[in-house]
């Protein structure tokens, strides 16, 4: 701390603020190499877990003939490397006092103070300094994480549906027996078309409006597999064996297992990838759509960046909100309670759109 005993009342609550900005910088140092071993430990653990969650899958692959035969021809899944080390701050000097003179007067303490001044400042600029540095580094360590997070849940889906083939496809497997999990429509959320069926054809409608056509019970077979099946037709959503996409199954097969990320369900909506697992060999393969609106299948599933990428799909669950089709090319229509919310919602939403206008 810097020398203050002769200087005027002003120049030391000036001193005395920089020595207590100085602490305080200090502190949110600590605390930050505090957070960056607990987002290091956290790294350490995501790489861990990935570790364990490959060789599982590698595991559950060497049950079939086919998988066994490829584990004899690949490598196992090598150990992950240290993620780097967080950054740590170097120890902060407090300032030395400025060299007392001999001369006195209102000069000199003016001289001695901003000789004071400058120095503290530079300790305070050199501590921000490092703070920033932290934060950067926790920025990436950060990202690294959220990454490495989406790769390991992507992971465990592939693993569990994987152990659940092993599991029904064995001697006493027992049958899948599907849930349904309700009625949906799929919107493609830049276009605002709907998915649906027209014969075995399946893709974007032309109109905006919501009909029985565009309606599908979505079923869960086993852990993160899925299924649509038309309620007009009856039939499932699937791959053909030219490897396009249509609505032409009487029953489920592996070739129309799918696959949607359904954790981010906010009541009766939620926006996700939708993958057909039967493509490109059992992988995977996300959903697109041209400008036509025809399906087709784009980039392999497991690849984060490729996850991004993939086009996302409205799902909005119908059954607490819709009234029951009695045809086939219905519109749909709302329930009266559900009716009356949104009717209560209308009004509420134009007095704020309003008061900005008549604040």
């Not at 849930?179 to 069926?197: F, I, M, W």
């Not at 007009?232 to 053909?240: E, I, L």
């Not at 036509?292 to 980039?299: K, N, Y």
Request: hydrophobic share 35%; proline share 5%; aromatic share 6%.
């Amino acid at each position: 701390m810097a020398s203050t005993a002769t200087a005027p009342k002003s120049n030391r609550e000036g001193l005395a603020a920089l020595d207590e900005a100085l602490q305080a910088g200090a502190a949110t140092l600590q605390r930050l190499e505090e957070q960056g071993e607990q987002l290091h430990q956290t790294e350490i653990v995501a790489d861990s877990n990935k570790y364990v969650l490959d060789r599982s899958a590698r595991e559950i692959r060497g049950m079939t003939w086919g998988g066994w035969f490829q584990n004899q021809v690949t490598s196992a899944p090598a150990p992950p490397a240290p993620p780097p080390a967080p950054a740590r701050a170097e120890a902060i000097q407090p300032a030395a006092p400025a060299p007392h003179q001999s001369s006195s007067g209102t000069r000199a303490e003016q001289d001695r103070y901003v000789a004071d001044l400058s120095q503290q400042l530079d300790v305070v600029l050199a501590c921000g300094q490092q703070i920033n540095t932290v934060i950067d580094d926790q920025n990436e360590s950060s990202t690294r994480l959220t990454g490495k997070t989406e790769s390991l849940w992507e992971s465990t889906r592939r693993t569990t549906r994987a152990a659940g083939r092993v599991a029904a496809a064995g001697f006493f497997g027992a049958a899948d027996e599907s849930k349904l999990l309700g009625h949906v429509a799929l919107q493609c959320p830049l276009s605002k078309r709907y998915l649906g069926s027209r014969g075995t054809d399946v893709g974007l409608a032309h109109d905006l409006e919501l009909r029985a056509t565009y309606r599908w019970a979505l079923y869960e077979v086993r852990p993160h597999v899925l299924a649509l099946r038309s309620t007009v037709s009856d039939k499932y959503v699937g791959m053909t064996f030219g490897g396009s996409i249509a609505c032409h199954a009487s029953c489920f097969g592996s070739w129309q297992q799918l696959d949607m990320d359904l954790r981010q369900r906010k009541g009766d909506i939620v926006e996700t990838p939708l993958a057909l697992l039967a493509a490109d060999w059992g992988g995977g393969c996300y959903v697109e759509c041209d400008r036509d609106g025809v399906l087709r299948l784009g980039e392999q599933v497991g690849n984060p960046e490729a996850r991004d990428r993939a086009r996302r799909w409205r799902v909005e669950f119908l059954d607490d909100a819709y009234e029951e089709p009695t045809y086939a090319d219905q519109v749909l229509s709302l329930k009266p309670d559900s009716l009356a919310r949104v009717r209560d919602a209308v009004p509420a939403m134009f007095e704020e759109t309003a008061a900005p206008a008549y604040a």
